[in-house]
């Protein structure tokens, strides 16, 4: 069996501790833009008001993209009487292996000190 060695740990377990009080706001916020700046461009286009009514709230744990265009639900899931030009979901979709990479690009780099060593 190979034995792990932790030098320092109760540093160790401090940082580890301070994870869950990351500040996740600038990534969530920069994902939000990203979404956001897809969907305008792929929003279904005639007046351009789908695009521009595009709006991004970013919470402590949280992002929403959304529009408060009153017909936007009715161009990204259709109705009985129209098939759906969805905009939103796929800016997402398009967008999600870069998000997980925002953030796991920022937990490494809070993590990326903690002194951890085989023996």
């Not at 008001?49 to 017909?71: C, K, P, S, T, W």
Request: overall charge positive; aromatic content about 10%.
């Amino acid at each position: 069996m190979e034995a792990v060695t932790v030098g320092n740990l109760d540093i160790v377990v401090k940082k580890l501790k301070n994870m869950q009080n990351l500040d996740y706001k600038p990534i969530l916020s920069k994902s939000a833009r990203i979404v956001k700046k897809t969907a305008k461009k792929i929003a279904p286009f005639d007046t351009g008001n789908l695009a521009g009514a595009m709006r991004d709230e970013v919470f402590n744990d949280h992002a929403i993209v959304y529009n408060n265009v009153e017909y936007a639900i009715h161009q990204e899931y259709g109705t009985y009487k129209m098939k759906g030009k969805p905009f939103l979901r796929p800016a997402l979709r398009g967008n999600r292996n870069y998000i997980l990479k925002l953030f796991k690009d920022y937990i490494r780099s809070k993590i990326q000190n903690v002194n951890i060593t085989k023996s």
